[in-house]
Every structure is written in C-alpha cells, then in structure tokens.
C-alpha cells in the first residue's frame, strides 16, 4: 500500500494558555495505519535539571559507523560501552545520530528529524540473552523535547532495558546534544 494515500485526521484535545494537546491518526484505504498524541508547551524560563549524559562518552568522530546502513540520510556511530567494552556487532543501544543533508533554520523540521531518529536505539543489544533479539520494530514511542537543538549536529541516543518478555519489551532513553541539553 505504498502509493494509496494517507488521510490525517487532527482532534484538538485541549489549548490553554501555555498548553495544547492533539491526537492524530493516519488512515490509508479506512484505516488506521498510525496514531499519535502530541502535547505542546510555550517555552518557559524556570529553574531546570538535566541529568548528564554518561562520564566518558567518547566523541562522535572517534566511533566507528553502524555496521549496516540503516538510513542513508543519517550518519550513525556507535560508541564503546560505559564499561569501556564493546556491544554486540548490531547493537544499538548508545549511538550517535545526525542528519548527514542539508537541513533549513525550522526548529518544527529539527524535532521531527530527531523523532525519525529516535527510532535508531533499541536498548537491547547488550543484552545477550538467548532468545533476546538486539531490537525490534517501535510499537509505542514517547518524546519530550526539553531544548531545541539541531538534527544535523551530533546527538546521543543512550537506551536502557527495563522488561522483555512476551515478545515485547521496554525501555528508556534519553538524548543530549554536545552541550548535554
């Protein structure tokens, strides 16, 4: 169903002051196909927290590339475990993602890029255990953008396990940009 078209239907859910909510399904031949809910916020100045990324990470251009090509718009590199090991050959639980094309001054456009991006990480690729695949397809996927930042600049995607089992799984993550926002 590549070619048949993709109708977007829109609810606002709610618009306040400094909040607004939507939920968003894509159909294609009557049905759904996607759906999201989407929340946004005026940003604010306020006191903050930012949990750092891991000590010892080491820089993007240092780290090999993915060992297989995942999307030829991304530039993905895979940095040693914290521990200083090395990951299965396919795991893709901390990797570096930017975009590698020319990208427009459209914060919107840098968000959506880092979403598609997102998708990258898995979280359960050092895992090793029998039966546990190294990743899988996204059934449910939740972001928070904290600070603006560009897509074609470096970002770390660093994954955690928390379940398996199933067939399904669970886990966190959290991205930084260089500046660790």
């Given at each position: 169903m590549p070619l048949a078209p993709v109708?977007?239907?829109v609810d606002r859910d709610r618009d306040g002051r400094s909040f607004s909510a939507r939920r968003v399904a894509a159909m294609q031949r009557g049905e759904v196909i996607w759906e999201m809910a989407c929340s946004f916020h005026v940003r604010e100045d306020g006191p903050e927290f930012v949990q750092p990324p891991q000590a010892g990470?080491?820089?993007?251009e240092s780290c090999?590339?993915?060992a297989w090509t995942w999307c030829p718009i991304l530039d993905i590199r895979v940095p040693p475990r914290p521990d200083g090991g090395f990951s299965r050959p396919d795991?893709?639980?901390r990797v570096w993602t930017r975009v590698n094309v020319s990208v427009p001054d459209d914060p919107i456009l840098h968000d959506c890029l880092h979403v598609f991006a997102s998708d990258v990480g898995a979280?359960?690729?050092?895992?090793?255990?029998?039966?546990?695949?190294?990743?899988?397809?996204?059934i449910d996927h939740a972001l928070?953008?904290?600070?603006p930042s560009r897509a074609d600049d470096w970002?770390?995607?660093d994954c955690e396990p928390a379940k398996v089992g199933g067939h399904?799984?669970?886990y966190t993550g959290t991205a930084h940009d260089r500046d660790g926002n």
């Open positions: 109708v977007f239907s990470m080491r820089e993007p090999p590339p993915l795991s893709v639980d979280g359960f690729g050092d895992l090793d255990l029998e039966g546990i695949p190294e990743g899988g397809p996204s928070w953008f904290q600070h970002v770390i995607w399904r799984g669970l």
